[in-house]
């Protein structure tokens, strides 16, 4: 029975970590597209993708082709969609196509999520240790654009 129940959820993981990766195609940032869901008992209750804040211009790089600083990442920016919604993100499951950087596993810490799949290692893992630490279940799956 609790085979069921694991290829359950690890069905369930690829199907969301797949409409993450497709969430991701709505952003405009040229180096790398990104993109978050936040799920709670089944229900996509967020979702995110990185690019530049609300009434800013869409252009996610400067003229050197780097990051602008201001630039939100796809975990920031389903966190804070959470915010302004009468939803709560305690004990909920984040997918997300890369790997979360520090400053966003602070933000998944702070949020209450308690499992993040990703889909892209980074070449820093200081973010995904930080999770680890704080007893958030982190499970990679490697993109497979199958089903």
């Not at 991701?24 to 990104?34: F, H, M, P």
């Not at 600083?69 to 920031?76: G, I, M, N, Q, S």
């Not at 993100?89 to 520090?102: E, K, Q, R």
């Amino acid at each position: 029975m609790e085979n069921t129940t694991h290829s359950k959820q690890d069905n369930l993981d690829k199907r969301y970590i797949r409409m993450a990766s497709i969430w991701a195609e709505n952003s405009y940032c040229q180096r790398r597209k990104v993109g978050a869901l936040i799920v709670k008992d089944k229900m996509i209750i967020s979702d995110g993708y990185n690019g530049t804040p609300s009434g800013f211009e869409n252009i996610c790089e400067d003229g050197n082709n780097l990051t602008k600083p201001y630039v939100l990442h796809a975990e920031a920016n389903a966190i804070t969609k959470i915010a302004r919604s009468n939803n709560s993100s305690d004990g909920a499951t984040m997918y997300v196509t890369a790997s979360p950087c520090i400053e966003c596993a602070k933000l998944i810490i702070q949020a209450g999520i308690k499992r993040v799949v990703y889909s892209e290692k980074y070449r820093l893992e200081d973010g995904l240790d930080l999770l680890r630490r704080a007893g958030i279940e982190v499970v990679y799956l490697e993109h497979d654009s199958g089903q």
